[in-house]
């Protein structure tokens, strides 16, 4: 059974940065698109950023060039530099397969950027 257990998370004024990391237990991480997703009060949660087995990368408009994913398939890892942060990525983020698979989500991980 796959588990996906992210780490990282944390409160940082605006302009700062965070690394986010996703550890996954299980051999079928490294042939599948793997995404961060983030909820934020009130809202919907929404995919942040993806990226395939080879390394091709999407984000959301929101989040271009100020966050970058990358992945270690040796070390079924991906995580999710955060530059620039803004109030407005203030919000539980969470990593699961892209398209998300409804059982593999975890706790999650708080992300909180003070004015």
């Known amino acids: 059974q796959v588990q996906l257990v992210e780490s990282g998370g944390g409160l940082v004024q605006a302009g700062g940065s965070l690394r986010l990391s996703c550890a996954a237990s299980?051999?079928?991480?490294?042939?599948?698109?793997m995404g961060w997703y983030r909820q934020a009060p009130g809202k919907q949660r929404e995919l942040v950023a993806s990226?395939?087995?080879?390394?091709?990368?999407n984000y959301a408009d929101s989040v271009k060039g100020r966050f970058t994913i990358s992945r270690d398939n040796a070390k079924n890892t991906v995580s999710l530099q955060m530059n620039s942060l803004k109030p407005e990525d203030t919000a539980v983020y969470y990593c699961n397969f892209y398209p998300a698979v409804i059982n593999f989500w975890g706790q999650g991980t708080q992300v909180t950027v003070s004015s």
């Open positions: 990226i395939t087995r080879g390394g091709s990368r």
């Open positions: 299980g051999s079928i991480f490294s042939i599948n698109t």
